[in-house]
């Protein structure tokens, strides 16, 4: 079975292409996560997934629900209309997160920006916040777009990742690590 980046990459290609024609990446952006709220919404899924709905009623469902969401004039073009008809007669109505974050990744490429995350355990301090962020754009080369993410789970110490990069500076990483090296 093809992963799920095997999957998305092909249609987030495509749309990436469309977007490129009048330089629409952000209002696509945003259409490509309204349709991931609308379709991976759990009744949603159930109402999808049922074998006696047609593609037609999906399609003409989601068209719908996107459009009582937010007023995008994309949400009108053929190109979009296209995209939902596509993926429903290929069955890939549920790879649109997928799809999303793979547009995504080639929008912020094109605008030379890297997306990381500090995920912690409180709240990290706003100047280190920018130590961080001025230290992945110098080894990045590229604007960062830092998003920050509190997990109680930790019990200290943050987990950063940016593009294919983890830096695991976590106190449970710290521990497990020193765990290996006691066994060995």
């Known amino acids: 079975m093809k992963d799920a980046a095997t999957i998305g990459r092909p249609y987030a290609r495509a749309i990436f292409n469309i977007a490129s024609k009048d330089d629409s990446y952000s209002s696509w952006s945003e259409a490509l996560n309204i349709l991931t709220l609308i ?14 709905i047609t ?6 469902f989601i ?11 994309i949400f009108s073009s053929p190109q979009f209309i296209n995209l939902i008809k596509l993926l429903a007669e290929n069955g890939r109505l ?11 990744i080639l929008k912020s490429n094109k605008e030379n920006v890297v997306k990381a995350k500090i995920v912690s355990a409180v709240k990290v301090d706003e100047g280190l916040v920018t130590k961080i962020t001025k230290s992945l754009e110098k080894r990045f080369d590229k604007k960062i777009e830092l998003e920050l993410e509190i997990d109680s789970n930790l019990l200290g110490g943050a987990i950063i990742k940016a593009d294919d990069m983890v830096i695991d500076g976590s106190i449970k990483n710290h521990l497990k690590q020193l765990g290996k090296s006691l066994s060995s």
């Open 39 to 52: 379709i991976l919404d759990e009744d949603t899924v159930s109402f999808l997934g049922r074998p006696d």
């Open 55 to 60: 593609n037609e009623v999906r399609v003409n």
């Open 63 to 73: 068209f719908e629900a996107a459009k009582s969401i937010k007023d995008l004039s």
């Open 94 to 104: 549920f790879s649109i997160k997928n799809i999303s974050s793979q547009f995504d």
